[in-house]
């Protein structure tokens, strides 16, 4: 008479982890845009300082700050497809933007400048040739 519960209980487990783990990926409620079936995208709000910015390959170098759920603050470069949003990457800009994730490929957009200061110093020491 006592087995059963403990094997109920561990089925209640897992399904109580299987919940937590969809209600997690499940993408917010929007009722604008059903994302195709197979798209696996999601936005996230990155703020940062823009590093530098290459127009002609459409990407900037963005130290950013955390990103929730995503990663931790670091220097790395981001494709900007957007014309108008790359306008706005200059070295030093202050930025809070959209970062999409979309099947294993990501991008920004949506960039507003919210302030200006100094470009964050870039690494000289790759830049040295003897």
Known sequence: MNRQP???RMALLIVGILGVLLT???PQAKQEEPAPKGVDSSRHTM??????ADAAAKEAIIEHDEIPDVMGAMRMGFSVPDAADREKLKPG???KATLV???NTMWVEGVQVTGQGEAPAQKTEEHHHH
């Open 47 to 52: 703020t940062g300082v823009v590093v530098s």
């Open 101 to 103: 994730m979309e099947n």
């Open 6 to 8: 403990r094997s109920h």
């Open 93 to 95: 800009a202050k930025i």
């Open 24 to 26: 997690a990926c499940a």
